[in-house]
């Protein structure tokens, strides 16, 4: 035995629940079937579902019911013999003949299909064709009524043996037997076509709930995992700092002279402090970046000046790999909208980055230019693009000789903590955050950042940053 929920759904699918006339029959269907039988025959037709609506109809109005509906008698007698006909019960073959007191007839057939009755069919009125005068009771049903029109009125009733009416409603009920099977098959299959969306679409709600409920999951496990990185990093900072300073005071000879080798120690331990802490210091940058507790305090903001502020700190580093760094700035650059410090904490790790996979002898590469962006390029604007005119902006290009960025990984370099070689027999170190945090750094002046080939070989890093904020007026 089925379970409740799939018989359910087998009866929603197979009809089992009950089918009404009007479900499987198509209107326009029937009522062009009606119409035909009424153009042949002659023989008023109407088809009734169970429940008593009209679903077909095809009679002219019939002079004599016109004629008696004009007298208060003849329209009780109508409206009593349109009552009994529709009412009329119908024996076990599904079918009835009612002979009216005016001397007309109705036969009266039921609608089966998967020996149900779903509805019934009412033929007539019409005489025998014998029959030429009214009877007794109509000639009396109002004496005010015209006899000579009574009668020639009845004479212009459609006629019809009732036998012949039986074979006519054998014939009509072979029809919508076929029209009722085509329906149901149509029904059948626009209720499997439905069930199998109703079924998709729960189950793209069951995925969306549990997607949901893993995406909610992900999301609170991403915000414990930036409070652990935000509190292990401030934590350890401190221990640290002392770690390094007490190697300088070590270094320095404030506890006594050290040999050469006892110095050259303890300024290992204070470098590899130093490394330790930029890491901290990266790892609490993104914490921040993340949370968007880190405020940038943009203020007009002189390109030259960091360029070559960075390209000096780099300096010591580039010559112990016998790189080159070059800055290269075009004449007559605006000041820029932009946090001075943070915008040099990016090209620092850009430069830093590119030295570290440029081989000896290679070139470094600092420059500037005036570009421009469209102002959709910032959701500042609101989305108002065709209203919005380019914005001026600055385009830094960090570009190195180095090894390069296959460009399959150049949308990943970006990830935090991703590496392209994170092997680890990988030549450079590094802990993959520093892109991760330019990345953040340049949204947050309404920039951005790519990477294109350098031609021949090695790798560009293009930054876009407008000079002045978006504004909308």
């Known amino acids: 035995m089925l379970p409740p929920t799939a018989a359910k759904t087998f009866d929603e699918l197979t009809l089992g629940h009950g089918v009404s006339l009007e479900d499987l029959i198509d209107r326009d269907a029937l009522g062009e079937m009606v119409k035909s039988f009424y153009e042949l025959f002659n023989v008023p037709l109407r088809i009734f579902s169970e429940d008593g609506k009209l679903l077909g109809d095809a009679a002219d109005q019939i002079p004599l019911y016109t004629f008696l509906n004009s007298v208060k008698a003849g329209r009780a007698a109508l409206s009593d013999v349109a009552g009994k006909v529709k ?5 076990e073959d599904g079918m009835a003949s009612f002979p009216c007191p005016t001397g007309e007839s109705y036969r009266v057939a039921a609608i089966q299909y998967d020996g149900k009755r779903i509805g019934r069919m009412i033929l007539g009125p019409f005489l025998a064709i014998a029959v030429s005068e009214p009877p007794q009771a109509l000639l009396t049903l109002d004496t005010t009524l015209d006899a000579a029109r009574l009668r020639e009125l009845f004479q212009a009733m459609p006629r019809a043996e009732d036998d012949s009416v039986v074979k006519l409603v054998r014939h009509l009920q ?10 149901h098959r149509a029904l059948l299959t ?14 793209l709600e069951d995925k969306n709930d549990k997607l949901q409920t893993a995406f909610d999951r992900l999301k609170e496990l991403d915000r414990l995992k930036s409070n652990f990185l935000a509190t292990v990093s401030h934590e350890l900072r401190t221990p640290l700092t002392s770690i390094i300073g007490y190697s300088e005071m070590l270094v320095e000879g404030l506890a006594g002279e050290m040999s050469a080798e006892q110095r050259e120690f303890v300024q290992t331990i204070r470098d590899k402090g130093e490394q330790l802490l930029q890491l901290i210091k990266g790892l609490l940058d993104l914490s921040k970046l993340e949370s968007g507790t880190m405020s940038l305090r943009k203020s007009q903001t002189d390109i030259l000046s960091i360029l070559r502020d960075v390209a000096q700190t780099m300096t010591p580093t580039a010559r112990k790999k016998e790189v080159d760094i070059v800055v290269e700035v075009e004449n007559g650059l605006p000041l820029i909208w932009a946090d001075a410090e943070r915008l040099r904490q990016v090209f620092l790790n850009l430069t830093e980055n590119a030295i570290k996979f440029t081989p000896p002898t290679g070139k470094v590469t600092l420059s500037a230019r005036i570009t421009a962006i469209d102002a959709a390029h910032s959701d500042d604007t609101g989305g108002v693009v065709i209203l919005s005119a380019r914005r001026t902006a600055v385009e830094f290009r960090v ?21 392209v070689d994170s092997s680890s027999t990988r030549e450079a170190g590094g802990t993959g955050l520093g892109l ?23 790798t560009v890093f293009i930054v876009t940053i407008p000079v002045k904020r978006a504004t909308i007026g």
């Open 87 to 91: 009412n009329l019960s119908l024996g």
């Open 190 to 203: 626009s209720n499997m076509h439905l069930a199998s969306v109703r079924e998709s679409f729960r189950e």
């Open 436 to 458: 991760s945090i330019v990345r953040r750094l340049i949204d947050g002046h309404d920039g951005s950042v790519r990477i294109v080939d350098n031609t021949p070989k090695g």
């Open 399 to 419: 570009a190195d000789t180095g090894i390069g960025i296959p460009e399959s990984e150049r949308g990943r370099v970006f990830d935090a903590f991703y590496q």
């Open 174 to 183: 072979r029809t919508l037997d076929l029209l009722l099977f085509s329906g």
